[in-house]
């Protein structure tokens, strides 16, 4: 089975930026929709945007305009570009396949501070 691992998570200042990385032990071309989601202390696990085999791109309302996925069939991982980073933003970042969900990953924590 896929396996996930996410990277690039780290401390950043309001308004900062990073690019989180997911990386899967198998073929994703199969898959038709890859996602982002994000578990913030105490909250429940959020999708926060998903990606199509073609390309299609969804965000939810509070990362629009901020925040662009994108996948790389061929190599089979899946980026999260963050930009204008909240102090809301600040959890742990993992992705998966919202339609078959996989194993999870270990996450990567995004710490947004001020």
């Known amino acids: 089975q896929v396996q996930l691992v996410e990277s690039g998570g780290g401390l950043v200042q309001p308004g900062g930026s990073l690019t989180l990385s997911c990386a899967a032990s198998?073929?994703?071309?199969?898959?038709?929709?890859m996602g982002w989601y994000r578990q913030a202390p105490g909250k429940e696990r959020e999708l926060v945007a998903d990606?199509?085999?073609?390309?299609?791109?969804g965000y939810v309302d509070s990362v629009k305009g901020r925040f662009t996925i994108s996948r790389d069939n061929a190599k089979n991982t899946v980026n999260l570009q963050m930009s204008g980073l909240k102090p809301e933003d600040t959890a742990v970042y993992y992705c998966?396949?919202?339609?078959?969900?996989?194993?999870w990953g270990k996450g990567t924590l995004v710490t947004d501070y001020s």
């Open positions: 998966n396949a919202p339609s078959r969900l996989l194993p």
């Open positions: 198998g073929s994703i071309f199969g898959i038709n929709v």
């Open positions: 990606v199509s085999r073609g390309g299609i791109t």
